[in-house]
């Protein structure tokens, strides 16, 4: 778990470096494996539009964005922005976001996100899954940015 001066994240290694590439450019061809998508969003300091495949999760009706990873430079590029993109193929759909701060919202979304997306982002959890106590999930929560989406029309 992070410490208040050391936000948690997790870097990606040179494989997942180019797994991630793979990802995006399947999803700008139209290929979404397992609704993956490729969000783009503004850079903070660039301006410039920063791409990243994710795995958008519905949960309750709603999207969220949940970052596995920790705090990235794209939840803080989000944060900045407050919207962005999300791709596939063709299809585009631009969002603005609401990030959530209660432990207990984020330990349900995160739940379910566990429940659907663990086969892939378990290893970031620190021994935190889908299965585990609700305080656990608390806990790992700060560790782990959410983000409500608002999809326009």
Known sequence: MSTPSTPYYVKAGPLAARLNSLMGKLARAGISLAG???MSVRGRTSGRMQRIPVNPHTYDG???LVSARGHSQWVRNMRAAGGGELRVGRKVRRFTVTELT???EKARVLRAYLKRWG???NAFFQGVDA???EADLQAASADHPVFR???SP
């Open 102 to 104: 209660d432990p207990a």
């Open 62 to 64: 709603e999207q969220y």
């Open 131 to 133: 299965d585990s106590p």
């Open 149 to 151: 989406l608002t999809l």
């Open 119 to 121: 086969w892939e982002v």
């Open 36 to 38: 993956t998508a490729e």
